[in-house]
């Protein structure tokens, strides 16, 4: 059977890091099987979701290359959940209830004063139909519960967490639609989970509990559920879930220069055994991602190391990537001469300027200006070939090590730091050279 997975953000804001990195694992589960990754845009709750987010989500997949094979969406669907429903209803699997969100409290509080499980009572059930159509012809829509079969233990086997059991008799059966006929996520997930034949569903572990309910909807809806894996949370760097990551997301990334590559590479193995690499190539990630070396304690989320590890990145990007970031005539040579010097892309424009110039050069000792006068010259013969010029004027004039290469750095770049010289002197071209050591000569 050929792997779907999919992803399902509820467009109710936009992805944060956490979410992308669910969307990342899911597509890369797809493509390591050779499958497919569906976008399934989770949006029954109308009053919240919003389209800017839906256009959002879809932006941010693209800039982070996870290319869905279909998307859905949940609000066109409503007739085929109706129908499912329907379904259920006439096989005793869901049923109307009408108490109120007080009554509910106020029952879960007796229940724990007994020392019960706070588990809904069913007392819904034990409505006759006479007090059923009474309700009814008062107008009081109810809420649908799904019936948990109690009988029946609920097991699977995490591809993270490994195997799972819950008891059904400790769990309240769950809601699956309000008195307005709105849908709760649970119900739908699964109806369209079977319909789209999903047969991967890897999310976070806050969904565990969710799983084992659905799990006996699916078998309900005549089924075989798919396999299940849980990842655990992404923490902050100080190893508790944090306000910040819940919100940050691609648009931070984009303007702190953090590359997708970089984001990729970092959240493939962030929480598994394997090593956080700058591997670029997805392909490499791809044929390495094994659910099977995630851990189950939360994964943390670091920024020194994505900016690390984005630096690492960007060193590494072929010209082809960046052409277009890049400022109007910066070439293959000069992007393979500045690029070990950046640690995000748009510095490329401030090297960039070095090598078109002007620069401004500080000013320099007498003897250091004699020194360039004479550099100056020997451009004339050694051209741009940086070896061949300082070793020229090591021979002429004796110097070495500082006193030999700095000035000539300083007055050709105006910065004591930067690309390699044998890089940089080609770019600069000769005559611009030439004309800069000859002004910082005075
Ligand atoms: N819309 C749900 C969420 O964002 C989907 C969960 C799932 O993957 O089933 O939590």
């Known amino acids: 059977m050929a792997t779907v997975t999919r992803f399902a953000p509820s467009p109710t804001g936009n992805l944060h890091v956490g979410n992308i990195r669910t969307a990342l694992h899911n597509w890369m589960l797809a493509k390591k099987a050779g499958g497919r990754f569906l976008l399934r845009i989770d949006d029954t709750d109308a009053e919240r979701s919003r389209e800017e987010y839906v256009d959002g989500i879809r932006a941010d997949l693209a800039w982070l290359g996870l290319n869905p094979d279909g998307e859905e969406r949940q609000s066109v669907r409503l007739a085929i959940y109706q129908e499912a429903f329907d379904r259920l209803e006439a096989a005793g699997r869901v049923y109307p209830c009408w108490e109120t969100a007080q009554e509910l409290d106020l029952k879960r ?65 769950p809601v699956v639609r309000r008195a307005d006929g709105s849908w709760l996520y649970m119900l739908p997930s699964v109806i369209d989970d079977v319909a789209m034949g999903v047969t991967q569903v890897l999310r976070g572990e806050d969904h565990v509990s969710n799983t084992a309910t659905q799990i006996q909807m699916f078998t309900a809806l005549g089924a075989t559920p798919p396999a299940f894996a849980h990842e655990a949370l992404l923490v902050g760097s100080e190893g508790k879930l944090s306000k910040r990551l819940g919100s940050l997301g691609c648009a931070a990334f984009r303007e702190q220069g953090i590359e997708p590559e970089a984001l990729v590479a970092l959240l493939a193995r962030l929480g598994t055994s394997q090593p956080v690499e700058p591997v670029a190539d997805r392909d490499a990630l791809v044929a390495g991602f094994d659910l099977g070396t995630f851990g189950r304690a939360p994964a943390r ?46 510095d490329a424009a401030d090297w960039w300027q070095v090598v078109t110039g002007p620069v401004s050069v500080p000013s320099l000792e007498a003897d250091d200006r004699a020194y360039l006068a004479q550099a100056a010259a020997a451009i004339a013969e050694a051209g741009t070939d940086w070896s061949a010029l300082t070793t020229r004027l090591k021979a002429s004039t004796g110097r070495k090590g500082k006193p030999l290469f700095m000035p000539l750095r300083l007055a050709l770049t105006g910065r004591e730091h930067g690309p390699e010289m044998a890089a940089l002197l080609p770019l600069i071209g000769a005559d611009e050279a030439r004309a800069r050591l000859q002004r910082a000569a005075g």
């Not at 990145?313 to 890049?326: D, G, K, Y």
Request: no cysteine.
């Open 109 to 173: 509080k007796v229940a724990l004063g007994r020392g019960l499980p706070p588990i809904y009572d069913r007392a819904a059930l034990a409505l006759t139909e006479a007090e059923k159509g009474a309700k009814l012809a008062a107008g009081e829509q109810p809420h649908w519960r799904f019936l948990l079969d109690r009988e029946e233990p609920i097991a699977w086997v995490d591809g993270v967490r490994g195997p799972q059991k819950f008891d059904p008799a400790t769990m309240s059966d």
């Open 301 to 346: 989320f670091d920024d020194e190391e994505l900016a690390r590890l984005n630096s690492a990145i960007i060193h590494q990007l072929p010209f082809a990537r960046v052409a277009e970031s890049l400022p109007a005539g910066m070439d293959e040579a000069a992007w393979l001469a500045l690029r070990p010097n950046l640690s995000v892309l748009t």
